[in-house]
């Protein structure tokens, strides 16, 4: 099972900087890899998938990068409603899909 | 619009039985690959199960392997999930989840809002 480790746990930032996640994996999932953010009492929701492409109503400034074993989640430009843990997924190997920990982003 | 509505969570002892339900509308649910994944109380996220759109080709997670039984009536739009012999580490938010059309891609890109599965003595 390929083991997927998010950094860091929790991302201070202030509103209209950039936030930076990071997700690591085992061994390479090419650019399986997706990202869904997760509101308080809320699903998951899905943002970026094939490591770099944006899912149907996410907006620009939401960006992923990377393959094989690295990978990055960009949101450019902080808005109060991205406030919210993230998660990256691999789906290279899978079943099983195995998800990160998460990265809770707080206002700093 | 694409509409996920989980039922049937509850609280349930030790070895108990429930089966949860999904009802899907706003697409053409016979097309679509789906999953279920769970996420217990403050913690991340795990895939549970999925199964293939006619239902031949279905996969679980070791961890409910022989426990749980994936399903879907294509008839009613409907999936579920049966979980048997539960234990106290099966306590989840559990999420009926799309994954793709004709195929399953791994990522779900729309989930339902979740149904709480409670089991303690």
């Known amino acids: 099972e390929i083991v997927m480790t998010q950094s860091p746990a929790t991302l201070s930032v202030s509103p209209g900087e950039r936030a930076t996640l990071s997700c690591r994996a085992s061994?390479?999932?090419?650019?399986?890899l997706a990202w869904y953010q997760q509101k308080p009492g809320q699903a998951p929701r899905l943002l970026i998938y094939?490591?770099?492409t944006r899912a149907t109503g996410i907006p620009a400034r939401f960006s992923g990068s990377g393959s094989g074993t690295e990978f990055t989640l960009t949101i450019s430009s902080l808005q109060s409603e991205d406030f919210a843990v993230y998660y990256c997924q691999q789906y290279n190997n899978w079943p099983p899909a195995t998800f990160g920990q998460g990265t809770k982003l707080e206002i700093k | 619009q694409v509409q996920l509505v989980e039922s049937g969570g509850g609280l349930v002892k030790p070895g108990g039985s429930l089966r949860l339900s999904c009802a899907a509308s706003?697409?053409?649910?016979?097309?679509?690959?789906m999953s279920w994944i769970r996420q217990a109380p403050g913690k991340g996220l795990e895939w549970v199960s999925y199964i293939s759109s006619s239902g031949s080709t279905i996969y679980y997670a070791d961890s409910v392997k022989g426990r749980f039984t994936i399903s879907r009536d294509n008839a009613k739009n409907s999936l579920y999930l049966q979980m048997n012999s539960l234990r106290a580490e099966d306590t989840a938010v559990y999420y009926c989840?799309?994954?793709?059309?004709?195929?399953?891609?791994?990522?779900?890109?729309?989930w339902g809002q979740g149904t709480l599965v409670t089991v303690s003595s």
């Open positions: 706003g697409f053409t649910f016979s097309d679509y690959y």
């Open positions: 094939g490591a770099s």
């Open positions: 061994q390479s999932v090419s650019s399986n």
């Open positions: 989840a799309r994954d793709s059309k004709g195929y399953s891609s791994g990522f779900c890109d729309y």
